[in-house]
């Protein structure tokens, strides 16, 4: 132990950024950490509701592992605990998509590609977080211990990936992992104020993952600062080819776009439209280069094939359940399985194409602004525990592939957190976590 330089007292207010480095060191074992975390979970989330599986047990004995671990063994998320959204398969722990279908404490026996090599790289994988169910519906109390706001408990925490940024937004874990159909990710991520990245579809493996929509679902992670956010994206190797596409962005002399997109008019409330003027005005106050951008008008359809494209694939995704329990599955799932909102096959192929379209055209448009700055979220997390949310803002990008970052730091009138969006080219996950980043010290930087 380094006396000279004494760690923190609460370890659980650390970021993955600032604890590793102790981690790394032995200046903390990673008991002493995790124990830390367990206290802040057992004091905090029987109000928050974050956690679907937790096992204090198992936790402690694989920190024993770790610490037990010689410094030239250690990976490079030694000891670092992780949320894990409970959609993704965990060798060692149950994985029940929040459906009375799977309720269940049998572990699976396999870790997804992305579970293993968290833990090839060191990480403490700490539990399964909430979601609510099969991440494919927008109900929010499928149960009645469903996730609270880290800041309202009478606030929605938004979803799917509910428990993972409510857990992070309330300091019982640095990261968390999620997943984005729809704005699963950016979604819940800017309704709890915190930090939060889809990654470009397929630079992460989805494999072990339960399935929803293949050409949306996307794996992405939530933290509390950008430097997590982009630990965990190294790591995971979310590279970019070109090394222009990691330097570093000053926002002074920043060619920056606002892209209100095509569904503005009808969807942007109050909070937004409060935070979307003050982060202009602070962006300009920075000396960056501001404009408005104004999408080609093929973007406009792209909601519409989203729903087309996330409905007809449901199909196939919930079909066996539905064969198998459907009186035990949600109405909305059983809906996607008999198809009832008339999506033809037809209507589907012309989607598919539709959709492929502008995405190398989104491409060239992103690779001329050092970043494009979107509304993340109609307005402030709805009251009420019952409905997680409007995506209207978020689909465009998921099915478009483009990386999306939740960028905190703003507020609504009633103190709430209103994220906004920074999106990239495709493969350009590093390059659009460098700009996120440095917009969102701008933002953090003032009151709102």
């Known amino acids: 132990m380094d006396l000279t330089n004494p760690p923190p007292t609460d370890l659980w207010q650390q970021t993955a950024t600032q604890i590793l480095p102790l981690l790394l060191t032995s200046q903390i074992t990673v ?4 124990k830390s975390l367990l206290s802040r979970i057992n004091t905090r989330n029987p109000q928050i509701k974050a956690w679907i599986h937790l096992d204090e047990t198992q936790i402690l004995a694989r920190a ?3 610490d037990a671990l010689p410094p030239s063994q250690r990976g490079p998320l030694h000891g670092l605990a992780i949320g894990i959204k409970d959609i993704i398969l965990t060798a060692d722990m149950p994985t029940q998509y929040n459906s009375p279908i799977h309720y269940t404490t049998s572990a699976s026996g396999i870790d997804a590609p992305v579970v293993r090599a968290l833990r090839a790289s060191g990480a403490l994988i700490l539990g399964k977080t909430s979601t609510t169910e099969f991440a494919a ?3 929010g109390n499928v149960n009645q211990n469903f996730t609270r706001n880290a800041h309202a408990a009478d606030r929605t925490p938004g979803g799917s990936s509910s428990g993972s940024a409510a857990a992070v937004a309330d300091f019982q874990v640095p990261v968390a992992f999620g997943t984005q159909t729809g704005g699963s990710v950016v979604r819940p991520a800017s309704f709890n104020g915190i930090w939060g990245v889809k990654w470009t579809w397929g630079a992460v493996s989805t494999m072990g993952v339960g399935m929803y929509s293949v050409t949306n679902d996307t794996l992405g992670v939530l933290g509390r600062c950008a430097e997590d956010l982009e630990l965990v994206s190294r790591v995971l190797r979310v590279q970019a080819d070109d090394v222009a596409d990691s330097k570093e962005v000053n926002i002074e002399g920043a060619r920056i776009a606002f892209c209100r997109t095509h569904v503005w008019g009808e969807k942007a409330g109050e909070g937004l439209r409060r935070v979307w003027g003050r982060a202009r005005a602070l962006l300009e106050a920075g000396r960056a280069r501001v404009e408005e951008l104004e999408l080609p008008e093929e973007f406009a359809n792209m909601s519409k ?5 996330q409905s007809g694939e449901a199909r196939n995704s919930f079909l066996g359940v539905y064969l198998a ?3 035990r599955l ?5 809906a996607h399985v008999e198809n009832a909102t008339n999506v033809s096959r037809k209507a589907l192929l012309e989607a598919y194409d539709g959709c492929a379209r502008p995405r190398p055209v989104w491409d060239r448009i992103a690779s001329e602004y050092d970043a494009v700055l979107t509304p993340g979220v109609p307005d402030e997390a709805p009251l009420g525990l019952d409905w997680t949310g409007d995506a209207a ?3 465009m990008w ?5 990386p999306t970052v939740n960028v905190p730091g703003l507020k609504g009138k009633n103190g709430m957190p209103v994220g906004l969006t920074v999106v990239g080219a495709r493969y350009t996950d590093m390059r659009t976590l460098n700009a996120a980043r440095h917009i969102g010290k701008i933002f953090e930087s003032q009151t709102s």
């Open 305 to 309: 094939w989203h729903a087309a494209v």
């Open 398 to 402: 998921s099915i478009l592939h483009a």
């Open 325 to 327: 329990d459907k009186e």
């Open 64 to 66: 024993r592992e770790l």
């Open 330 to 334: 949600d109405a909305s799932l059983c």
């Open 137 to 139: 519906t927008t109900k």
């Open 31 to 34: 008991e002493t950490y995790a």
């Open 393 to 395: 803002f978020n689909t």
